[in-house]
């Protein structure tokens, strides 16, 4: 019997909903495989600073440290409730970057995925989605603007003045750069680098350490794209993309038109990956908009969960299961609100998960 400590930190809005429904996918695992998964869930977010007085307390630091995988949902306070936290303790600065840092979560990789069958959920027509979206945006997610020296003040002027600087080594450039074509390689050999170098001295060093690093991957296609212009590929042609490489910022923002040219944020999972420990989160934040109706997509959640199971704990049969289950279910012509332009029968956040749990036990018992 193979036993796993995960680390579950429900988070703030529509986190704790969407974690339910993917603890209830680990349990289902549970009961067709030899494993075992110890669950410790612990308090991180806005709610943790309103209930523990702190965004990430040191007893969830110590819960995470020991644990071989974290399960984190999205963390986030409306604009009026975060602006009751100091700047510095706002969940997203005081507990999610912290985080990333502990773990030197470097890694993130971010899938678009609509298969051919739910091509309707999609906003672009259907002969740009043509046989289906596919592709991986890896993430920079511990260096550049978020985590460069910050300095505000008033200047001798008496303007208000802020700087903000943005910074990354070769070391950091070129682990991220590796992880990249490691994954072209596994997939359609193609990478699309995504930068500014025509304005940022950023990009002009991270072109410098790719040649360097793209000698090791002879069999490995580089495609340039300037990050502007690749937000309107996505839109026209997102098919002609597989693998893409962007630094922390491009990625926060190009990822989230991931989530638009899919029909919704809701599909978009993640994960995190560090040299010791990595975590696993919807690409999305807590939407305080539909928090608490419990008509959030658990999909992306749920799909976390799968890539947990393929990259932390070796079980790629099973994580595909998972994915085979979610696709199941949206081809029973069910969904949640959030993507009912595609037509179907929208159910709740917990039947959509119970659905899931159905359709994978399924899959399962049929493969033991
Ligand atoms: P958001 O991603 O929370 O929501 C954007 C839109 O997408 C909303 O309309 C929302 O309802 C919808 N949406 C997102 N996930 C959904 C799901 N699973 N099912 C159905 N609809 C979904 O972005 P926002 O409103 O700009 O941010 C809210 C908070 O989340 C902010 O505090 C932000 O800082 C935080 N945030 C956290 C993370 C994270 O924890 N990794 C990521 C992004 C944003
Ligand atoms: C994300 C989020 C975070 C980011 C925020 C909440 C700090 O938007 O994971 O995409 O910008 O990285
Ligand atoms: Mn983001």
Not at 21 to 36: D, F, G
Not at 284 to 308: E, T
């Amino acid at each position: 019997m193979k036993r796993y400590k995960i680390a579950v930190l429900p988070g703030d809005g529509i986190g704790p909903e969407i974690t339910r429904e993917a603890i209830k996918v680990l349990r289902a695992v549970e009961r067709h495989r030899p494993v075992r998964f110890e669950l410790t869930e612990a308090p991180f977010g806005g709610r943790a600073w309103f209930e523990c007085g702190a965004a990430f307390p040191e007893t969830t630091q110590r819960i995470c440290d020991e644990a071989d995988a974290i399960l984190k949902g999205p963390i986030g306070l409306s604009h009026e409730e975060s602006r009751k936290i100091p700047v510095d303790q706002q969940p997203e600065r005081g507990a999610l970057l912290p985080l990333r840092a502990r773990y030197q979560t470097f890694a993130n990789y971010r899938p678009v995925r609509l298969p051919r069958e739910l091509a309707h959920f999609s906003p672009l027509r259907p002969e740009i989605v043509g046989e289906g979206i596919d592709l991986v945006m890896v993430r920079e997610l511990v260096g550049g603007l978020y985590f460069g020296p910050k300095e505000r003040g008033v200047d001798e002027h008496g303007l208000r003045y802020v700087r903000e600087v943005l910074v990354y080594d070769e070391r950091q450039i070129g682990r991220i750069l590796h992880a990249a074509f490691r994954l072209a390689r596994r997939r359609k050999k193609r990478l699309h680098n995504v930068h500014k170098s025509n304005v940022l001295a950023s990009s002009v060093l991270w072109n410098e350490v790719l040649e360097e690093v793209q000698a090791d991957y002879p069999d490995v296609q580089v495609v340039h794209v300037l990050v502007d212009a690749a937000a309107t590929h996505l839109c026209l042609n997102p098919r002609q993309f597989d693998v893409m490489v962007m630094e922390n910022l491009f990625g926060d923002i190009l990822s989230d038109q991931g989530g638009g040219i899919l029909g919704s944020l809701g599909l978009m999972p993640s994960a995190c990956q560090g040299p010791e420990k990595s975590y696993y989160e919807p690409s999305h934040g807590s939407a305080p908009d539909i928090a608490g109706k419990g008509i959030a997509n658990p999909y992306s959640m749920i799909g976390s969960v799968a890539m947990m199971l393929e990259m932390s704990f070796g079980m790629a049969a099973e994580a595909e299961a998972i994915w085979r289950a979610l696709q199941a279910v949206f081809a029973d012509g069910v969904t949640t609100p959030d993507l009912a332009r595609g037509g179907g029968r929208q159910v709740t956040t917990a039947e959509f998960g119970d659905r899931v749990v159905e359709k994978l036990e399924g899959l399962l018992a049929a493969s033991p």
